[in-house]
C-alpha cells in the first residue's frame, strides 16, 4: 500500500513539476518549428559568450507575419541557445498545420543589442540554424 501510495506521489509530483514549463503545442512537432543558434565573443568563433538574451518576435514588414507571442531563450556557456516556436494550426483544418511564418530575432547583452530581420521563415516541423554573431556586432 505504501509503495502504490508512493509511485502516486512522485507522478503527480512530476506532473505539476513539468507544469509552469509546458507550453501548448511547444512538445507537439508537427505545429512548432525550433530556432537555433550560437554566439561568440569575436569573429573568430572560438569562444562562446553565456547570457545573451534572444527574442524571437514576429517580423512584421514581412508577407507572413509570426502570429504568436513573442519568445526568450538565453545562449549558454559554449554560447548556443535553441528555442521552439508554435506556429498554430490551419483554421479551416484544425487537424493540418500548414502555417509559415516570418521572424526577426534581437540580441541582448550587457546593455547592447542585435537585431536580425528578415530571411527567418519557418514552418512547422523544421528547425532554422541562425548564423552565428558574435558581440562585436552588438551596438
Known amino acids: 500500500m505504501n509503495r502504490k501510495l508512493f509511485s ?3 507522478a503527480l509530483w512530476l506532473l505539476v513539476a513539468c507544469l509552469p514549463g509546458c507550453d501548448e503545442g511547444q512538445d507537439d512537432w508537427n505545429g512548432s518549428a525550433k530556432i537555433s543558434g550560437y554566439v561568440y565573443t569575436d569573429a573568430s568563433h572560438t569562444r562562446g559568450v553565456s547570457g545573451v538574451q ?3 518576435e514576429s517580423d512584421p514588414n514581412s508577407e507572413n507575419p ?3 507571442p513573442d519568445r526568450w531563450v538565453e545562449s549558454n556557456a559554449a ?3 535553441e528555442r521552439s516556436v508554435f506556429l498554430g494550426r490551419d ?3 484544425p487537424d493540418h498545420y500548414e502555417y509559415v511564418a516570418d521572424m526577426s530575432v534581437g540580441y541582448f547583452w ?3 543589442a542585435f537585431r536580425w530581420s528578415g530571411g527567418v521563415t519557418v514552418s512547422p516541423g523544421t528547425h532554422f540554424t541562425l548564423p552565428a554573431v558574435d558581440t562585436t ?3
Do not use: A, P, S, T
Open 8 to 10: 502516486v506521489g512522485v
Open 54 to 56: 534572444v527574442i524571437l
Open 66 to 68: 509570426y502570429l504568436g
Open 79 to 81: 554560447g548556443y541557445f
Open 91 to 93: 483554421q479551416e483544418n
Open 110 to 112: 550587457r546593455d547592447k
Open 137 to 139: 556586432m552588438f551596438q
